[in-house]
Each structure stands twice: as C-alpha cells, then as structure tokens.
C-alpha cells in the first residue's frame, strides 16, 4: 500500500507544510508515522498503556489545532516532541493529583509506573534495558538514538542545556554498559561489587 | 576518579565530536573496564539504531481519531481571524471615547432651503465688503482677540461641514471653568 501511495514518500517537513496548508490527510500520514514513536517515548512517564495512548491522542489533537504555528525551519520531530513533553507533564501531574485521591481512597495500592513498564514492550532486548535505566535517561536516549536528534535539539525538546543533556547521556551510557555485562566495570583497581561500582569509580 | 574522568571523555567525543584528550587516551589504554567501556560505549549508538525498528514493532497498535475535528486552518485564515473578546473590548474603547469627546445631538429636521439662502446670503455679504469689515473691527480688536476670531470662525465653518454632512447637531459645549 505505501509502495502505491506518494504521500508515504513524503518527508515528516514536506507532509507538516501540506498539513499547514490545510491537509488533513498529511497530518493523518504523520500522526500513523509517529504515535507509536511518541507511545514508546511517553509510556515510561505515565502510570499506564491507556494513560500513554490518551497522552498520543491529546499530543496529536493539540497539533491538529495548532499546525499554523509550525515552523517549517525547524524538524517536524523536535516540534512533536516538545509539544508532547509539555502534555505529558501536564498529563503526569493531572494524573499524579488523581492518584494521590485514590491512593487516600484505596489505601495506597497504585503500582509504580516505573516497575510496572519494565520490560515493555517486549521483554528483552537493549532498549528494554534502556527502559530500566530510569525515565530521563531513557528519554535522552531515545531522542537521541531513536530520534536522532542532536544535542541541541534534544536539549530544545526538553527545555534543558546541552551540558545537562550530555551528562544525562553520559550517565544513561554508563548504565546501559553497566547492564549489559560486568566487564564494563572497571578492573583496574578491583572493588566489591556494588551497584555504584557499575558507574565506575 | 580516572576512570570516571576517562569515561566522561569518551561520552563527549561521542556527542561533540571533540578529540579525546591525551590523558583519557592513555588511561583507556592501560585500564582493560574502560577500553571495554570505549568498546560498548562505540557499539551502543549502532546497536540502538539497529533495534529500534524491531522494539517499536512490539509497541501495540492503537488508532487515533480526529472525528469531528475541523481541517486544520491554513497559516492565512489563521492570521486574519478575529478573536470575539479583543475586538469588544477594543470597539468599547473606541465608543468610549467617542462619548467623552463628542456631544452629538440629533439634528431635529435638515435645515430649510430658506435658512440656506440666508447663509449664502450672509456669506456674499462678507466676501464683498472684506475692506470694510476689517476696516470697523480692526480699530476694535487687538491683534489677540483677532487671531481668536479667525480660528472660531473656521471652527464655526468645520462645525457646520460636519453637521450638514453627518445630518446631526453640534452643540457648543460650555467654556472650562479655568479659563
């Protein structure tokens, strides 16, 4: 089917400046293109899979409305993510508000959000180990190896600066090697296994 | 502290591109946890891309709606559009200080073609003795008082412009007490 269709061939630029124009079947193309990009990005952040597809379904409305103020100058990515990064904390604290009543309701059983996405979607894999490393570093990381955004852009997307977005990377790489085997960790100077140790010394 | 200093180093050559300084470079190579670091560190950016694809395609599908949504405004519409709130605050203001200004009185009927002719009457009656008139008043009047007649009588003559133009009636307001 996309093989037939030329709007698949279409650039995420391209397709956002037609949907600019008023086409309703290019954002369309765009929002299939990414909500599962943006569910993967947010569904560490928010409590559940269903809270992570209504953030994908506000994320996607909210630029629906607002597509005149694109700037075609910019990566269409870089707009969606940060629109969505602002949602998501709305979202996460609209939520966290909600919570904290049924918590007092319930007698606290809310699962941890991040326990419970630990190893979705599937169950092995380097970016299931990603997902474990915590939600920032799994952001930065995703932005960057998943979206591959530069550290500007990355940085833009998540109203920090650079430095802050290297040490993030700098931290999330360290702990990435760290899971992935213990002949990362240093061996120069042998120490008690400890979780710190995986991080270097 | 080297290791962690060394590892640093790597993760910005990794980000900035920079050259990897002098000092990191012979760390990693006497220290075998980070040149495995550097290894894994190299590898994780091309591993990352290369499952992307495949993780992604375990995220289950979802469908999104934008049912009753109208087709998104072009740049232009948008820019043109009118937003109700502004535009009645703004046309109250205008209102406002049309009232504080101006009195305007509606005019009770359109003056008669008698009224008419006396003023073009009157009117050729200054045009043609323009020497005569000047001659009476000016003895009477300082050059002040003169340059105040002159601008109530084009003030007069607007007045009368606007009222036979709009068909309305301007009154005169009273003097301010200062003066």
Not at chain 1, 69 to 78: G, K, N, Q
Not at chain 2, 146 to 165: F, H, K, T
């Amino acid at each position: 089917m996309a093989e037939n269709d030329p709007i698949a061939e279409r650039t995420d630029e391209e397709l956002a400046r037609e949907a600019r124009a008023g086409s309703r079947r290019s954002f369309e193309e765009l929002a299939n293109r990414y909500k599962r990009r943006l569910f993967a990005y947010l569904r560490p952040r928010l409590g559940s899979d269903q809270d992570a597809e209504d953030a994908v379904q506000d994320t996607f409305l909210k630029l629906y409305r607002n597509i005149g103020s694109y700037d075609p100058a910019y990566r269409f990515s870089t707009w969606l993510y940060t629109s969505a990064n602002r949602l998501a904390i709305d979202s996460f604290r609209r939520g966290r508000a909600a919570r904290t009543v049924l918590v007092s309701d319930r007698g606290g059983d809310i699962p941890d959000p991040a326990a419970a996405g630990e190893g979705e979607p599937g169950g092995s894999g380097l970016w299931d180990a990603a997902r474990t490393l915590g939600e920032s570093r799994f952001r930065v990381l995703w932005l960057r190896y998943g979206e591959d955004m530069t550290i500007e852009e990355i940085a833009a997307v998540l109203g920090r600066t650079q430095l802050a977005v290297r040490v993030l990377l700098h931290r999330a790489r360290t702990g990435l090697a760290g899971k992935l085997g213990p002949a990362v960790r240093c061996a120069a100077r042998p120490q008690p296994e400890t979780a710190r140790g995986a991080a270097g010394h | 502290m080297g290791c962690k200093l060394s590892r640093w180093m790597v993760s910005r050559t990794e980000d900035t591109g920079k050259k990897l300084p002098g000092f990191a470079g012979r760390h990693i190579g006497r220290c075998r946890a980070c040149g495995e670091f550097v290894r894994t560190s190299v590898s994780l950016s091309s591993r990352l891309r290369d499952e992307r694809a495949a993780w992604l395609a375990k995220v289950p599908d979802f469908p999104l709606s934008f049912e009753g949504e109208a087709e998104p405004a072009g740049t232009v519409a948008r820019g043109l559009r009118l937003r109700p709130l502004p535009v009645a605050a703004a046309a109250l203001v205008v209102v406002a200080a049309a009232l504080v200004l101006f009195r305007v009185v509606p005019r009770a009927s359109v003056p008669s073609a008698e009224d008419r002719a006396a003023a073009r009457a009157a009117l050729a009656e200054l045009q043609s003795a323009p020497g005569k008139l000047r001659g009476v008043i000016g003895g009477a009047e300082s050059s002040l008082e003169r340059e105040r007649r002159i601008l109530e009588q084009s003030l007069s003559s607007a007045v009368e412009y606007l009222q036979a133009r709009l068909n309305i009636k301007i009154e005169r307001k009273e003097a301010p007490k200062s003066l």
